[in-house]
């Protein structure tokens, strides 16, 4: 009997393990959750000032892009103020560039003169050196008149010699005695006034811009009028001139009347206790009479607070009889009292010097030898001289 239970209760073990092995292998199976992909965050970029784009790292993991927070508004950078050195010796300065332009025309009188036969073609040569470097037709007739003369006595001559011929001969020409001096110094408590006159590109407003600096390099306190009112560039630059060495630009809208503005540049001037006014006019009319009145006005209304003491008339050196025939208009409209040559470092022609003051019967007070700021320089004829001769 006991091995009949024996037997039954094993048989009873098997089926149990046999039923929940079935119920084990029959389990459903927990399904494999797919891989979280996380969504793509937008590219966020952020514009920085300086222009750069700049990808922030963490965007791909993140779902939400963090909020870009807008730019802090940039104020400009306050111009800074330079000061000027002064204009004393400037010419010296620039004497490499003047001699780098002029020497070909130096050189080239130099070796035709120091030749051992010096027939009537070779000073044929000579004169058309002198007409080429836009010396003018009567002043190279009396300069080569001169030199025959002092040749012959001379007999034979070293360069040196020669040198020092045409030295002489081109100062004459020049004229040193003439009074070249800027008045710019105020009269008690009203300030001196400079005009600014000529034709369109020409260098007006680059001129009145770096004669202020001039002014202020040399200690004195400069307003600016803008009365080019023809062009809002015009005032602009020149803004940028006066912001760039400390000197108050007074300006109106485009089409003003010129005369007003020199009103306004004058009488602010007075109050402000400035040394110098500079006034710098349009050159863009095309009628003598168009420009007689506007200039005269312009003279007349600043007369009513001041005194117009230099009317600097700019002439471009590269345009030669072209400017020349211009000159000659702004001399008849009002009363010029000095010459600016502009350009003389891009061209040959330093014999305009001679020329423009023959014609009008003025003196060359400055001249540009550049686009720089400071390329602006009283004009010395013997630096002038000797950097067209050479050393
Ligand atoms: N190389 C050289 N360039 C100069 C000189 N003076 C002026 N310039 C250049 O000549 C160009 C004309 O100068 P502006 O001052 O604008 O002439 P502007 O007569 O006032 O002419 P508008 O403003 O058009 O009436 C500019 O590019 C100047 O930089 C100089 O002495 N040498």
Redesign the pocket.
Known sequence: MDGYIGIFLIVIAIAVFAVGGMLLLLRPRRRQAPPVVPPQAPEVTDQRPGGTAVVEEDAATTTIPPPVRPAEPVAPPAPVIEIPPPSAGRMVRLRARLARSQTSLGRGLLDLLSRDRLDDDAWDDIEDALITADVGVTPTQMMTEELRTRVKVLGSRDRAEVRGLLREQLLAQINPDLDRTLHTSPHGDRPAVVLVV?V????????TGKLARALIGDGRKVLLGAA?TF?AA?AD?LQTWGERVGAEVVRKDEGADPASVAFDAVSKGITDKVDTVIVDT??RLHTKTGLMDELGKVKRVIEKKATVDEVLL?LDATTGQNGMRQAQVFAEAVNVTGIVL?????TAKGGIVISVQRELGVPVKLV????GPD?LAPFDPEVFVDAILGD
């Open positions: 000529g369109n590109g020409t260098g007006k407003t680059t001129t080019d062009r015009a630059q349009a050159g700019v502009t350009k003389l470092d891009g540009g030898l550049g686009e390329d």
